[in-house]
């Protein structure tokens, strides 16, 4: 006989002409639908905040090692100086990397004005002379607007722009001459709000591919003073914001708290199970308060009574379906799951003139991403749980 409070569930998925869903039969351990889970392959979208000193490589290996996730990239290389948004694709989530390309970024900063930098930035050699120039609020305001818009800048030698398969920083290393051809990006604000002697502070909205750094050594050219970028600090990439971000330190905290929780064990009485699975409804509920699924279970109302009574924290990864949020989100039957799966083209009930979908098996699985061919009709365009795999329960 089935205990009270024991913790079975079913999650019924929707079906477009039809009623088939999916049942989870048996006593589901609800740790394991916590986007932090450090029991096996952990398929997240994660902001980091970035710090001082750390290149983005570095920052991917720390991640893999305090994670046990091997397959983690970054969406937008940092500068070691630089501190802030890092976006983070672990798991088969890094196969969605293509999509998040052409995101804007936007920075806050520090330039120092006086002399120029082999860098462009505060690690690098001064070149020339220190001038004793030093330029007003208004005399910057002024020389702005030729660094906005549709620009072409000239990236940095130091930098990892390729010439001719070979990273130019490597090159300029070795003390080669790099040529550097302008690219074209976009800079949509570029705002001086303060000086204090040779520092001004900015703030800065611009295209992938922009270098801050740049903007800085051009600004310091127009002004006849040199000049170069002392400190930075990318505040949104995209759709991720600084808001969202956690540190290094936090991050190996709570993994360490998930693994010492996962070690501990499912409970051995009733009375023990029943509290077990408050606290881990309570954790979902927290993490996830935009489900619409309904649990039946007698536990659930003291596990939201618990959620609301003791404090917060967010959760360590977004929840998948406010991952690229131009996309529309379809929640699939079981039999078009499958079909995907088997990279067949569907049906799907998303009538909007969205070129691509992204589609779920409940409300947190992400299983794919799919391209329209025609009114209804899709066809797979990234699959992350292929035919012969299983879905994650």
């Known amino acids: 006989m089935r205990s009270p409070v024991s913790c079975r569930r079913q999650t019924a998925v929707s079906c477009w002409g039809g009623s088939q869903g999916i049942r989870y039969r048996g006593k589901v351990d609800l740790y394991q639908a916590l986007p932090d889970d450090s029991k096996g392959m952990i398929n997240a979208a994660l902001v980091l905040d970035k710090p001082a000193g750390l290149t983005s490589h570095d920052v991917v290996n720390r991640v893999r090692r305090i994670t046990g996730e091997r397959s983690v990239g970054h969406l937008g290389t ?18 969605l990397a293509q999509f998040f390309n052409d995101s804007r970024k936007v920075y806050e ?20 002379a220190i001038s004793s120039i030093r330029p007003s609020l208004e005399e910057i305001q002024r020389h702005l607007a030729s660094l906005t818009g549709h620009i072409q800048q000239t990236p940095p030698a130091y930098s990892a722009k390729k010439i001719h398969g070979v990273p130019a920083y490597k090159l300029a290393r070795q003390d080669k001459v790099v040529e550097m051809k302008p690219v074209a990006v976009e800079v949509y604000r ?15 909205e611009v295209s992938a591919g ?12 127009a002004l006849g003073c040199g000049a170069h970028l002392s400190e930075l600090r990318r505040t949104r990439s995209g759709e991720f914001d600084i808001s969202q971000a956690i540190g290094l330190d936090e991050l190996a905290e709570r993994h360490r708290a998930a693994q010492e929780s996962a070690q501990a064990g499912p409970p051995q009485s009733a009375a023990d199970e029943g509290r077990y699975c408050a606290a881990r409804e309570a954790e979902l509920a927290a993490i996830s308060p935009t489900s619409d699924n309904e649990y039946s279970d007698k536990f659930a109302k003291v596990a939201v009574e618990r959620a609301a009574e003791r404090p917060q924290r967010p959760s ?18 079981a039999q078009c799951i499958a079909a995907i799966r088997n ?11 969205a070129p691509l979908v992204k589609v779920f098996a409940g409300q947190r699985l992400l299983v794919a991403v799919v391209q329209r061919i025609a009114g209804t009709l899709f066809q797979p365009r990234v699959v992350l749980f292929g035919s012969n795999e299983p879905l994650p329960m």
């Not at 922009?210 to 050219?221: C, E, K």
């Open 78 to 95: 940092l500068d070691p100086i630089a501190t802030g948004v890092l976006p983070l694709l672990l798991g088969r989530f890094t196969r």
């Open 109 to 128: 900063g520090e330039i120092r004005f006086g002399f120029a930098t082999e860098t462009y930035d505060c690690e690098g050699a001064p070149l020339g």
């Open 190 to 204: 570029f705002e001086v709000h303060s000086v204090e002697g040779d520092h001004a502070r900015f703030l800065a």
């Open 210 to 221: 922009t270098y801050i750094r740049a903007l800085a050594h051009d600004l310091g050219q």
């Open 316 to 333: 360590l990864y977004l929840h998948p379906r406010r991952m690229l949020p131009a996309f529309p989100a379809v929640t699939a039957s």
């Open 343 to 353: 990279g067949r083209s569907i049906n799907l009930p998303e009538f909007s003139d």
